[in-house]
């Protein structure tokens, strides 16, 4: 699926959509070059999901943890990792719910993953310059028949 996202704002409401409706479990692996809009899209996820507290890039401390909206959202950011570090840190835990409860795991720079989950929601962002952004959403795993279980295909 394909979105034209025209400004920031436009970002922001995707990711709001995304946090009113996906599922606690929900993986979001984020890629795109460095400005694309990824933290942008986050922090509408963060909206979306009741969030006040403002979300930030985690490209130095790794992981954010929002846990006070209507699902806990994970923010993690793998651009100064290398396999073996990530390997490491068993971040698979984050959405199976190993040691923190299930909530909506949200990865930046998530081709550097070494091990993915069995369902998740890939998307990248383009910057396109004065076209402001395009996202390529494409919904991996889960049910066959229901690609999009967000609706936003219908919405957007």
Do not use: C
């Not at 995707?14 to 984020?30: F, P």
């Not at 994970?74 to 651009?79: E, K, R, W």
């Not at 720079?109 to 929601?121: A, G, H, K």
């Amino acid at each position: 699926m394909i979105i034209d996202l025209p400004d920031r704002e436009a970002t922001v409401n995707l990711g709001e959509k995304l946090g009113q409706t996906l599922a606690s479990g929900s993986v979001i692996l984020l890629k795109g070059d460095l400005g694309a809009g990824k933290t942008t899209l986050v922090q509408g996820i963060g909206l979306g999901l009741g969030i006040q507290e403002p979300i930030a890039s985690p490209t130095f401390t790794l992981v954010n943890e929002y846990n006070e909206g209507r699902l806990p959202l994970y923010h993690l950011d793998l651009y100064r990792l290398q396999d073996q570090d990530i390997e490491a840190l068993y971040l698979e835990n984050y959405w199976q719910g190993i040691e923190v409860d299930l909530g909506i795991v949200a990865i930046e720079w998530s081709e550097r993953l070494t091990f993915l989950p069995e369902n998740y929601l890939e998307i990248t962002l383009l910057d396109r310059g004065e076209q402001g952004r395009r996202a390529l959403l494409n919904f991996v795993g889960g049910d066959e028949i229901n690609r999009d279980p967000t609706g936003i295909a219908i919405s957007t």
